[in-house]
């Protein structure tokens, strides 16, 4: 019999569980699995996402408040962590490339009826999305987080909402 495919487990979660049992982010970065960025293969997916991304905001059909808020913040956490200490954290271009947050950052955040209305309140609500992603994925039971970062995030939207509304024309802002 021939072989037709392989299997095995995510880059997210070979990383998570290799740095449980003491390799060296480095040392794990080097296994077959992974690429120049992220996964191997799954690499090329997030690129996908990235150019459809980076047209539906070309085309207008998405503001761009929400996808650099979530990968600013996704970025910057992980290279805080990086940073104290590259041998037991990614770096912040690999937490880009694998698992699901470039299609987070364009296809899932971006949702009109679960996002805030205002451009503070998406950039907050992608921010906290993007660092709960991190935090989730590092320091949480699951190799990524994005599902769970989006959920937490969509029931913080109506205070969000609340807080980030202008002053209605005429009337002074209260404090």
């Not at 990383?15 to 003491?22: A, I, M």
């Not at 041998?87 to 996002?115: C, E, K, N, Q, R």
Request: aromatic content about 12%.
């Amino acid at each position: 019999a021939t072989l037709d495919a392989v299997t095995m487990a995510t880059p997210l979660d070979t990383l998570k569980t290799q740095l449980h049992l003491g390799s060296t982010a480095h040392d794990i970065m080097q296994m077959p699995i992974y690429g120049h960025l992220g996964g191997h293969g799954s690499e090329m997916v997030a690129v996908a996402f990235l150019l459809g991304g980076l047209y539906l905001i070309a085309s207008r059909i998405i503001s761009w408040h929400l996808p650099v808020a979530f990968l600013a913040a996704l970025f910057v956490t992980a290279g805080i962590f990086y940073l104290v200490d590259p041998a037991h954290y990614a770096p912040p271009l690999f937490h880009w490339f694998s698992g699901a947050a470039m299609l987070a950052a364009f296809f899932i955040l971006t949702d009109p009826v679960t996002s805030p209305t205002t451009l503070r309140g998406k950039l907050i609500f992608a921010a906290g999305a993007g660092f709960l992603t991190y935090i989730i994925r590092v320091f949480g039971g699951f190799p990524d987080g994005v599902a769970f970062a989006t959920l937490l995030m969509n029931i913080c939207v109506p205070l969000i909402d609340a807080y980030t509304q202008p002053a209605v024309y005429g009337h002074k802002e209260q404090k």
